[in-house]
């Protein structure tokens, strides 16, 4: 069986971005290395095991990537939550700024936010389809 270990976002400032995904998303530390001029950082949600590598943006390849997903207002990256209205309003209170509110697409209630370090990043959370109509009505 395959299955995802590790995935990877270009960030401007692995520090940084290592104290936003950390204090502010709660992911928690995996591995932080000194690779001797920089660093090698995963985290991960907690309770799960997929990596997320912290991994520096400055060769010119990540940073037209990056550049041209901004650009667009494509998400890097896309993180599920369970609540997203309350981890909108627990993030803003923290000072995050949003490119998106919370918003129905569909099967899903979703918003965007700006990671600090380059990237906007998507908060996607299931909602329920309660208002089916029910078989032969």
Same mark, same amino acid.
């Given at each position: 069986?395959?299955?995802?270990?590790?995935?990877?976002?270009?960030?401007?400032?692995?520090?940084?971005?290592?104290?936003?995904?950390?204090?502010? $998303?709660?992911?928690?530390?995996?591995?932080?290395?000194?690779?001797?001029?920089?660093?090698?950082?995963?985290?991960?949600?907690?309770? %799960?095991?997929?990596?997320?590598?912290?991994?520096?943006?400055?060769?010119?390849?990540?940073?037209?990537?990056?550049?041209?997903?901004?650009?667009?207002?494509?998400?890097?990256?896309?993180?599920?939550?369970?609540? $997203?209205?309350?981890?909108?309003?627990?993030?803003?209170?923290? &000072?995050?700024?949003?490119?998106?509110?919370?918003?129905?697409? &569909?099967?899903?209630?979703?918003?965007?936010?700006?990671?600090?370090?380059?990237?906007?990043? %998507? $908060?996607? %959370?299931?909602?329920?389809?309660?208002?089916?109509?029910?078989?032969?009505?």
């Amino acid at each position: 069986m395959i299955r995802i270990a590790m995935t990877s976002v270009y960030v401007d400032d692995e520090e940084r971005a290592h104290a936003f995904y950390g204090d502010v $998303l709660g992911f928690e530390t995996r591995t932080n290395l000194d690779l001797g001029g920089a660093r090698f950082i995963t985290v991960v949600a907690p309770g %799960q095991d997929v990596e997320l590598l912290l991994e520096p943006g400055d060769s010119p390849l990540a940073e037209q990537y990056r550049r041209g997903l901004r650009e667009a207002g494509l998400p890097c990256i896309v993180l599920g939550v369970d609540d $997203l209205r309350a981890e909108h309003e627990r993030l803003s209170g923290l &000072g995050v700024r949003f490119t998106q509110p919370p918003t129905e697409h &569909g099967p899903v209630l979703s918003a965007v936010l700006d990671d600090t370090v380059g990237n906007l990043v %998507q $908060l996607t %959370q299931p909602l329920a389809r309660d208002r089916e109509a029910a078989p032969g009505s």
